[in-house]
T-cell receptor, first 113, second 114 residues
Framework: DSGVTQTPKHLITATGQRVTLRCSPR?????VYWYQQSLDQGLQFLIQ???????AKGNILERFSAQQFPDLHSELNLSSLELGDSALYFC????????????FGPGTRLTVL | AQKITQTQPGMFVQEKEAVTLDCTYD???????LFWYKQPSSGEMIFLIY??????QNATEGRYSLNFQKARKSANLVISASQLGDSAMYFC???????????FGEGTQLTVNP
């Protein structure tokens, strides 16, 4: 158990809908990262927050947004969902940006029908 | 831009034998870290081992060791005495020290046969 929690574990929704994925980092970790794992794109970095501020952005679509709250939990919002958004979404955390290891949560499996 | 290449989509090994999973990388940074993660069929990402670009010794963690050849830009994972529970997808990843994101390879599916 990495200490990172993600909810929900599974999510099934329809095209055009909006969903919110939630992540609670390990106690004391300030940095939260979101990754998407899909069959065609593999594992790719979406976005990073550090202590409430956006720190780095990767291949995140404009339909997707994220935020990190004062209690350090983070939410990833996916809107106008398309079939291709079906993927496993991971949250990871680390104590600080330059810390080597990132601790991954169990992931949220999103299925868009 | 950093890039990770894993050329073995699938590997098979007999139980109790050793196996090497290949990973090559490309980066223009002098300071970076290399990681291996294991992803069982249940989906979670399990950290296995880390190697810093300035580390002179190859990293080892139990049955896992990283064969780091900096000049060849390779960071192969060696699993000794394979167990049935080692059957999983294995990802090589890199993080430039100046940055924050992990860049992953495409993964290698390892199957351990009894």
């Amino acid at each position: 158990d990495s200490g990172v929690t993600q909810t929900p574990k599974h999510l099934i929704t329809a095209t055009g809908q909006r969903v919110t994925l939630r992540c609670s980092p390990r106690s004391g970790d300030l940095s939260v990262y979101w990754y998407q794992q899909s069959l065609d794109q593999g594992l790719q970095f979406l976005i990073q927050y550090y202590n409430g501020e956006e720190r780095a952005k990767g291949n995140i679509l404009e339909r997707f947004s994220a935020q990190q709250f004062p209690d350090l939990h983070s939410e990833l919002n996916l809107s106008s969902l398309e079939l291709g958004d079906s993927a496993l979404y991971f949250c990871a955390s680390s104590p600080e940006t330059l810390y080597n290891e990132q601790f991954f949560g169990p992931g949220t499996r999103l299925t868009v029908l | 831009a950093q890039k990770i290449t894993q050329t073995q989509p699938g590997m098979f090994v007999q139980e109790k034998e050793a196996v090497t999973l290949d990973c090559t990388y490309d980066t223009s940074d002098q300071s970076y870290g290399l990681f291996w993660y294991k992803q069982p069929s249940s989906g979670e990402m399990i950290f296995l081992i880390y190697q810093g670009s300035y580390d002179e010794q190859n990293a080892t963690e139990g049955r896992y060791s990283l064969n780091f050849q900096k000049a060849r830009k390779s960071a192969n994972l060696v699993i000794s005495a394979s167990q049935l529970g080692d059957s999983a997808m294995y990802f090589c990843a890199m993080k430039e020290t100046s940055g924050s994101r992990l860049t992953f390879g495409e993964g290698t599916q390892l199957t351990v046969n009894p």
